[in-house]
């Protein structure tokens, strides 16, 4: 026990195991022993981009030593290693990058995935919800209006996002894809609204520069999203009939109602004549319709009658009323006119004072 505890050359503190290094050639000199290749189909609205922008997508492979073929009539991409590879692990990456291709991502943002420091991360979601207007729904939750959710969340996390029919394609580190794979997943499954996580996103982002809390637990200053139930209304249900524990009676059939009448035993000739008679009922009554239709358009309609002269009684009596008072009013007006004739000046000529006679002695 302990026999093989001993000191490795990579336990040193200076070393950083999560630096990613860049690969030099000279670490392989040989190159591999064997061929290693890896083939993906393509959707067929993908085939016109990927015929432009395949000589590319070809260039950038050959710097790395890897060989990639288009196959238009099977609909695949294939890449494969050759004896110029000298990275064992970009085989893998051109894997990623045929995949990247074939989910509707540009030619230049998916040769980027070539990067030692670039990772890409597929999220399946089509599976999560079964309702297809509520996924359809949910996935318009992670765009939002105008993309607007979308760019935040790229912002904050440093990832490329594309959501694209039943998957969502990310490319980032791993620290941001972790995020964003939980984001996409609590989102689908109505675990937490995206603009959530983008709050909280953004208050570790303004922790993350305090060097005081660099060695504390967050979740204090976090905030807590409680998922609330709202009760939906209920609308109104079918009223409840009285339970019977026997069957319906059967319903008579067609059969049944011709023994009835006495129709089953008709002649073949009856039958037809009868059937022709509904017939020219059916369209009397049909052609009877379309005329009265036809003949509502020039019926004229009813005239509105002013409300308190309804009846013809009231008309009169408020015609002779109206009448009497015009008489009155006439009558006025003459005595008036035949006074202003006969005015007298002197009731409007004022008198003159009387002088005062001045006595003078002798």
Not at 17 to 31: A, L, Q, R, T
Not at 102 to 108: D, F, I, L, M, Q
């Amino acid at each position: 026990k302990g026999k093989h505890d001993k000191d490795k050359p990579w336990d040193d503190p200076s070393i950083d195991h999560w630096k990613i290094e860049k690969f030099d050639p000279s670490w392989n000199e040989s190159g591999l022993l064997d061929v290693s290749s890896f083939s993906t189909i393509f959707p067929q609205y993908r085939e016109k981009y990927l015929q432009d922008v395949w000589p590319t997508v070809k260039a950038a492979l050959r710097e790395h030593g890897i060989s990639c073929e288009l196959n238009l009539v099977e609909g695949t991409m294939t890449v494969s290693t050759t004896r110029k590879t000298r990275d064992p692990y970009i085989i893998v990456k051109s894997r990623d990058l045929i995949k990247l291709l074939s989910r509707s991502v540009p030619a230049p943002q998916a040769i980027k995935i070539l990067d030692d420091e670039m990772q890409c991360d597929i999220i399946k979601i089509g599976n999560l919800v079964r309702n297809k207007a509520r996924f359809v729904k949910r996935r318009q939750h992670l765009l939002g209006p105008n993309n607007s959710t979308l760019k935040a969340l790229e912002i904050l996390t440093g990832c490329y996002i594309l959501v694209q029919g039943n998957t969502v394609a990310a490319m980032g580190s791993f620290k941001g894809l972790k995020q964003v794979r939980r984001i996409v997943e609590d989102c689908i499954q109505n675990k937490m609204h995206p603009i959530y996580h983008i709050k909280i996103l953004m208050m570790k982002r303004e922790l993350a520069k305090d060097p005081a809390l660099a060695t504390e637990n967050w979740e204090r200053f976090l905030p807590q999203f409680k998922k609330k139930n709202v009760q939906k209304k209920k609308g109104k249900g079918k009223e409840k009939k009285p339970y019977t524990p026997f069957p319906p009676p059967q319903q008579p059939s067609k059969i049944d109602q011709q023994l009835e009448t006495g129709e089953y035993f008709w002649s073949e000739e009856k039958k037809s004549t009868k059937m022709r008679q509904e017939k020219e009922e059916k369209q009397a009554e049909k052609t009877a319709e379309n005329k009265r239709k036809r003949e509502a358009a020039f019926i004229p309609p009813e005239e509105l009658v002013m409300q308190g002269h309804n009846s013809a009684t009231d008309s009169k009596g408020d015609v002779s009323s109206m009448a009497l008072s015009l008489k009155q009013k006439s009558k006025e007006f003459k005595k008036q006119k035949s006074s202003a004739n006969h005015v007298d000046p002197q009731a409007y000529i004022a008198e003159a004072p009387a002088k005062k006679i001045k006595s003078f002695k002798s």
